[in-house]
């Protein structure tokens, strides 16, 4: 199962695809974990994205492409994985259908959350508290001045994606202000009504 979460920030798509992981089994794979990584490990890629993260920009195609192509290939990719933030572009959307083809495949749903976008900074503030109160690291965007970034980045860049996959017959969307269980059991419904590809090809 291939499947791409595609909302703006804090719409959801982290906690459901955590759900999804255990119940197909596949990985999620978020490009903001797998850049934050490369932040924090100073590593060539981490050194140029840094300061675009940090101002609630977009990093650029050729970079987010290049991580995706090479995560993609590994063996735990093999049954599927669940896109959490990826793609966030036009040019992001044609390349991972170009990747999946060549390795003879494609997606098998692009689920959109539809949320009251009013929310969402609430959302990522707590989410910044939550991990405060915990102890654990608290991301240098979730700021209210940074989420306004990161929002007007999704509308200008990110959104027109949902024409682009509903063009495609791709996309389903789930009511994302919904209860995290009533969203969870809205995305399974979906996905038991796909095929999954491994069965047919
Ligand atoms: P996220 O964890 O998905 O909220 O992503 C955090 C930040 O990482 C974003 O604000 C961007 O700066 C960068 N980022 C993550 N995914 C992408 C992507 N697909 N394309 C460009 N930048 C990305």
């Not at 290939?73 to 735990?76: A, F, K, L, R, V």
């Not at 990826?86 to 572009?89: A, G, M, V």
């Given at each position: 199962m291939r499947l791409i979460l595609l909302g703006p920030p804090g719409a959801g798509k982290g906690t459901q695809a955590q759900r999804l992981v255990e119940k197909y089994g596949i990985p999620q794979l978020s490009t903001g974990e797998m850049l934050r990584s490369a932040v924090a490990a100073k590593t060539p890629v981490g050194l140029k994205a840094k300061a675009v993260m940090d101002a609630g920009e977009l990093v650029s195609d050729d970079i987010v492409n290049a991580i995706v192509a090479e995560r993609i290939?590994?063996?735990?990719c093999a049954r599927g994985f669940i896109l959490d933030g990826?793609?966030?572009?036009l040019p992001q959307a044609d390349a991972i259908e170009r990747m999946l083809e060549e390795r003879g495949t494609g997606l098998d749903a692009v689920i959109e959350f539809a949320v009251n976008d009013k929310v969402l900074v609430g959302r990522v503030l707590k989410r910044a508290d939550e991990a405060r109160a915990a102890g654990q690291p608290v991301r240098k965007d979730d700021t209210a001045e940074v989420f306004d970034e990161r929002l007007r980045e999704y509308y200008k860049k990110t959104a027109p994606l949902i024409g682009y996959f509903y063009a495609r017959r791709q996309l389903k969307t789930v009511d994302g202000m919904a209860g995290i269980d009533d969203v969870t059991a809205q995305i399974e419904a979906i996905l038991e009504a796909v095929k999954p590809r491994e069965k047919v090809s």
């Open positions: 290939d590994q063996p735990d990826y793609p966030r572009t």
